[in-house]
């Protein structure tokens, strides 16, 4: 039976979602978990995709299979009480066997927040504390030349070396209240560290270093070096998945 779950978890603790010879992540605590309800026959599970050190999730998915029969409700409390207390199960549901968690995604939502007020140790986990006034105003003119369909070299790792680096962000929206910065990307898919470069260069904008109308001269050079620095992990939140 192939079951479809969303989960949340705070990366903070984690060198990332996808297992790794020893180094703490997602995947392994979850299998580890799965492996143990199914009569500790092996369970591999499916994610939407991977997130990198340090960052978080509020609706991650995965799917997998298990032999043992139970109904959703029952797996939920199963895997909730046995995962550890920064790995959240919040919905199980069954799916058709031919579901793929990975590419069957219509879109998804990161958001990146940042802090622009006083340090704030509650916040560290999951905003950035970057702790200085930036020109949103500004911020807001550059987004409009990274939405749409764009090669986006640039704006990726070196480490990413997928051939293909062309992307369509669907929309980015920034808003700001009590200080608090957060940036919006909604796209089918994203590249290594991708929006976390984006971030980096908008914060060079609203430092008022660089203009705004620098962002198509970035993405027309398809070079990771003419770029800025990578924003840190922490602020980067995969918000939510969608089929």
């Given at each position: 039976m192939r079951f479809l779950i969303d989960f949340s978890y705070c990366g903070m603790n984690f060198h990332g979602y996808q297992k790794q010879p020893k180094k703490r992540s997602v995947q392994e605590e979850l299998e580890k978990?799965?492996?143990?309800?199914?009569?500790?026959?092996?369970?591999?599970i499916f994610s939407s995709g991977r997130t990198d050190a340090l960052v978080n999730a509020l609706h991650q998915k995965a799917h997998f299979d298990l032999e043992k029969d139970i109904i959703p409700y029952k797996l939920k409390m199963a895997l909730n009480s046995y995962l550890p207390a920064d790995i959240h199960v919040n919905?199980?549901?069954?799916?058709?066997?031919?579901?793929?968690?990975r590419y069957m995604v219509k879109y998804k939502i990161y958001e990146y927040k940042i802090n622009t007020y006083e340090y704030n140790p509650l916040l560290r986990s999951h905003v950035f504390q970057y702790c200085k006034k930036l020109n949103v105003k500004k911020m807001k003119k550059a987004i409009r030349y990274l939405k749409g369909t764009h090669d986006f070299t640039t704006f990726t790792s070196s480490e990413d070396k997928r051939q293909n680096k062309i992307r369509n962000i669907l929309s980015i929206n920034i808003k700001e209240k009590n200080g608090i910065i957060t940036i919006t990307f909604k796209g089918k898919g994203f590249l290594k560290y991708q929006i976390r470069n984006m971030v980096g260069t908008l914060i060079k904008i609203g430092e008022e270093k660089i203009s705004p109308n620098i962002i198509p001269f970035l993405l027309d050079k398809k070079d990771r070096t003419s770029a800025f620095s990578c924003a840190p992990a922490e602020g980067l939140t995969l918000v939510d998945v969608k089929y």
């Open positions: 978990v799965l492996t143990s309800i199914n009569g500790n026959k092996e369970v591999t919905n199980v549901k069954i799916v058709n066997d031919n579901f793929h968690a």
